[in-house]
């Protein structure tokens, strides 16, 4: 499969001739649609399977993803977030850079991918160096896919030790309903928000148009990542924390679905997602990148963007 999108070249003289409707935010520009044969996706993981094939109950693996979702569907309500966001975003758990928030996914493993077993650093580096290589000037996005995933320490036990069901997964609005385009949807109703009237409608607890900022998504990495980067005042551009906070909200970027809730912010910083996830996907691989070799440019990136030590 050929992902077709377009490289951003920067050049003053033709950034001062561009619309405000065509850039993104802080300056940097919204991709567009392009032929190119810039990443070239895989039709299969390294186990065979097509990726985020969740049907083949077959395998044992298979079945312990399923089994995950159903923990997941039912534990996260909206009360759950609520106490999850006031528990952890008192950032009180450890303080440290964000390399060393990168080795420490050296003891991480998450369940819930169907098409990786390696450690987390790994995927971090093969999707920021994959990024890199075809975008070579967005180094902001080149730090957000390395960092995209950081929020799985959540995991350890210093920082509680939450169930995987509380910290990976696709990810979806709590506090209205479950769309039927989140992955094993059938073990919603046995969540106590799906039979709560305020929750269990289209809307529900929100307005429509009102900005997926303004909207609860279910617990775990991906939120936790989000408040750690904005509570230690990072640099980088809205659109990176979009990526980190929605990279697992795969019934938004692959079904289509929750777009009642976004606004004009969410629609523009949704390409720049589009973009990142061909990356977070397809770049899963067995073939490692030597950390020491790139370790001293994503620390360049990392001074750039981020405080020598960040609250977690």
């Not at 995933?149 to 479950?178: H, I, M, R, S, Y």
């Not at 429509?208 to 775990?220: A, F």
């Not at 809730?261 to 030597?290: A, G, P, Q, T």
Request: contains cysteine; charged residues 30%; aromatic residues 12%.
């Amino acid at each position: 499969m050929t992902v077709l999108v377009e490289h951003y070249v920067s050049d003053s003289r033709i950034e001062e001739k561009k619309t405000k409707e065509e850039r993104g935010d802080g300056g940097f520009m919204v991709p567009k649609s392009k032929e190119t044969d810039e990443f070239d996706a895989p039709d299969i993981n390294f186990l065979g399977h097509s990726f985020r094939d969740y049907e083949n109950g077959e395998s044992e693996r298979q079945q312990g993803v399923e089994e995950f979702y159903r923990m997941q569907h039912i534990h996260q309500t909206y009360d759950f977030v609520k106490d999850m966001r006031k528990e952890y975003g008192k950032l009180n758990k450890m303080e440290m850079s964000i390399w060393e928030c990168c080795e420490q996914l050296n003891n991480v493993v998450d369940e819930s991918d169907p098409d990786l077993d390696e450690p987390q650093i790994q995927h971090l580096l093969q999707t920021a160096e994959a990024i890199r290589k075809d975008y070579p000037n967005e180094d902001w996005l080149h730090l957000t896919a390395l960092i995209h995933d950081l929020g799985k320490v959540l995991l350890l036990p210093e920082f509680g030790g939450l169930p995987q069901w509380a910290v990976v997964g696709d990810t979806f609005p709590v506090g209205c309903t479950f769309d039927p385009a989140n992955i094993h949807h059938k073990y919603f109703k046995e969540n106590p928000d799906n039979n709560t009237p305020k929750y269990n409608t289209k809307n529900g607890v929100y307005s429509e148009g009102c900005g997926l900022d303004n909207v609860l998504m279910s617990w775990g990495h991906d939120d936790y990542m989000y408040l750690v980067a904005k509570e230690n005042g990072t640099t980088l551009p809205h659109a990176g924390l979009f990526i980190i906070r929605y990279h697992s909200f795969y019934p938004l970027h692959k079904a289509g679905t929750y777009t009642h809730l976004m606004n004009d912010e969410d629609r523009e910083d949704l390409k720049w997602l589009h973009v990142f996830n061909k990356y977070d996907l397809y770049s899963k691989s067995k073939v490692h990148v030597d950390v020491e070799q790139v370790k001293p440019y994503y620390i360049s990136l990392i001074n750039k963007y981020f405080p020598a030590k960040l609250k977690w």
